[in-house]
């Protein structure tokens, strides 16, 4: 079955509304896929591999809730290869933890030893939300992509940017244009240019702050069909976990978030990573909370800064959670207010 009718049928069951732009994005997708169908030669490792020569893979960017996420999971289930599906971020953080034991082991090159696992497991990576805003990254990933290209191993990715601002105004972007020009030789970089959003259309006008609770288990089974991935961000040497993370919608608590030793540079990579945040079980604050509170005020001024959709429970409503005059909350509150907006974070990236 090729991936359009797969489409046509999910749409038949009521799973899918048809649209026309992402019908169009199901064009490279199974040029992809029937490539990897073709019968394939054996690599020296005794894998199949499949020929460098043509497109390896497809590189899908556009706006956030338009589908990407989606088009990649059907390619992944209709892969007729090994596929591996894995958040951008997460599959980075494997990179660098393997190339951290390699390092220890003394190896001349530290990437190859976690390139050669990749090249051994799959042939076809499904990468979700590639952002680069690390320079170790961006140095990482482009010797990796030269691996798996030459070892025959085929990247679909998606993305909110166009590869040309990727890693935009980075330390040394200059070294990373190669990749850049990379991207756009060896894979179909196509837009996806649907006007609807959709996961803001499963938000709607339906209420995002909750006082002492509210459905929010229901919002995350809505948003993510109660399937998570989790997902790990490195940030200055120290690991940010989510348990409960799937493509751009995480969720957390308060104690979880506010109540650890976190400061500015995880609440920026979080904002980066996420696109809708369900954070629960925020208390009122009072100056017993101090370290708590700071924190808070933080993490809200990095989710407004990046327009990161934001669900939230609380035992007041925003002006109550904290006196202005111990906290300088007042902005805090406006901001929390501003945020329960329904186009909140409509035209982000």
């Given at each position: 079955m090729t991936l359009t009718e797969l489409y046509a049928a999910r749409v038949a069951e009521g799973c899918l509304t048809a649209d026309p732009a992402q019908e169009a994005a199901l064009v490279p997708l199974e040029k992809i896929r029937t490539k990897l169908a073709a019968p394939v030669k054996k690599g020296f490792l005794g894998f199949g591999t499949q020929p460098a020569e043509g497109p390896m893979g497809v590189y899908l960017w556009g706006g956030v809730g338009r589908g990407k996420s989606m088009?990649?999971?059907?390619?992944?289930?209709?892969?007729?290869?090994?596929?591996?599906?894995?958040?951008?971020?997460?599959?980075?953080?494997?990179?660098?933890?393997?190339?951290?034991?390699?390092?220890?082991?003394?190896?001349?090159?530290?990437?190859?030893?976690?390139?050669?696992?990749?090249?051994?497991?799959?042939?076809?990576?499904?990468?979700?939300?590639?952002?680069?805003?690390?320079?170790?990254?961006?140095?990482?990933?482009?010797?990796?992509?030269?691996?798996?290209?030459a070892a025959g191993v085929h990247v679909v990715t998606t993305s909110n940017r166009?590869?040309?601002?990727?890693?935009?105004?980075?330390?040394?972007?200059?070294?990373?244009?190669?990749?850049?020009?990379?991207?756009?030789?060896?894979?179909?970089?196509?837009?996806?240019?649907?006007?609807?959003?959709?996961?803001?259309?499963?938000?709607?006008?339906?209420?995002?702050?909750?006082?002492?609770?509210g459905a929010l288990d229901e919002v995350w089974e809505r948003l993510t069909d109660g399937v998570s991935e989790g997902l790990t961000l490195r940030v200055k040497g120290r690991d940010l976990r989510l348990e409960d993370f799937r493509s751009g919608v995480a969720r957390a608590s308060f104690a979880?978030?506010?109540?650890?030793?976190?400061?500015?540079?995880?609440?920026?990579?979080?904002?980066?990573?996420?696109?809708?945040?369900?954070?629960?079980?925020?208390?009122?604050?009072?100056?017993?909370?101090?370290?708590?509170?700071?924190?808070?005020?933080?993490?809200?001024?990095?989710?407004?800064?990046?327009?990161?959709?934001?669900?939230?429970?609380?035992?007041?409503e925003p002006e109550d959670l904290s006196p202005g005059d111990v906290f300088e909350f007042e902005r805090t509150a406006s901001r929390l207010r501003e945020m329960q907006a329904a186009d909140w974070g409509a035209g982000q990236e």
């Open positions: 088009l990649m999971d059907l390619f992944h289930e209709a892969s007729p290869v090994p596929s591996r599906r894995v958040h951008f971020h997460a599959f980075m953080q494997e990179a660098h933890e393997a190339m951290h034991e390699a390092r220890a082991a003394e190896t001349r090159d530290a990437l190859e030893p976690f390139a050669r696992s990749v090249i051994a497991q799959t042939r076809v990576l499904c990468f979700d939300e590639m952002q680069i805003t690390d320079i170790t990254d961006a140095m990482i990933v482009g010797r990796l992509f030269e691996k798996l290209f166009v590869p040309d601002d990727l890693y935009e105004n980075g330390l040394n972007r200059a070294l990373f244009v190669p990749f850049i020009n990379m991207v756009k030789e060896r894979m179909i970089v196509h837009e996806l240019v649907a006007a609807r959003d959709y996961r803001q259309d499963r938000l709607g006008d339906e209420q995002t702050y909750f006082i002492g609770g979880d978030l506010c109540g650890k030793p976190l400061g500015a540079a995880d609440y920026l990579a979080l904002a980066r990573a996420v696109r809708v945040l369900i954070l629960t079980n925020v208390p009122k604050l009072s100056r017993a909370h101090g370290n708590e509170a700071r924190r808070f005020v933080t993490l809200i001024d990095a989710l407004y800064e990046a327009r990161v959709r934001l669900i939230m429970s609380a035992e007041a």
